[in-house]
């Protein structure tokens, strides 16, 4: 499974990175999330456990959090859940408008038979609509924000 979402947020680059980054953050500015509770935590290496909703059936998972700096990149490994083994890369480019906030999800299902049908559940339905969800409401914080340091 491979599932691409992306958005052009208005904002300065190293503001979009770093609340992307700031996990403690997300359930404040992302509805949608119920919370993200630390397992471990460091400057660039987090173990959390993470947990939203997706039309209100709740979901969660634990994942290891990699903020890259140097490349400017956000990097998850889900390690439990339905979603084990998943690779996540966040990266962030300059655009003509803003930062293209590009989020890409990898995932090998461990059943191949049952590969096409994860795909529509977990693949359409979770993770693409949480990931949206995720840029939208990132997008109309970090855009509000932005607006306000520049007036």
């Known amino acids: 499974m491979h599932k691409t979402n992306s958005?052009?947020?208005c904002a300065p680059?190293?503001?979009v990175f770093e609340t992307a980054a700031n996990l403690e953050l997300w359930p404040q500015i992302l509805p949608h999330?119920?919370?993200?509770?630390?397992?471990?935590?460091?400057s660039d290496r987090n173990l959390v456990v993470m947990a939203a909703t997706?039309?209100?059936?709740?979901i969660s998972w634990t994942s290891e959090q990699i903020i890259d700096r140097d490349r400017l990149e956000i990097r998850f490994h889900h390690l439990k859940a339905f979603t084990k083994g998943m690779r996540v890369v966040w990266t962030f480019q300059d655009a003509p408008n803003g930062v293209l906030v590009?989020?890409?999800?990898?995932?090998?299902?461990?059943?191949?038979?049952?590969?096409?049908?994860a795909d529509k559940i977990i693949g359409d339905f979770?993770?693409?609509n949480v990931a949206n969800k995720t840029l939208h409401c990132m997008k109309s914080y970090l855009e509000g924000r932005a607006s306000k340091v520049n007036a």
């Open 13 to 15: 680059k190293m503001m």
């Open 7 to 9: 958005i052009i947020i």
């Open 126 to 128: 979770f993770i693409y």
């Open 54 to 58: 997706r039309s209100g059936i709740p």
């Open 102 to 117: 590009e989020i890409k999800h990898d995932l090998a299902f461990r059943v191949n038979s049952l590969a096409p049908i």
């Open 33 to 42: 999330y119920r919370y993200v509770r630390y397992l471990e935590r460091n």
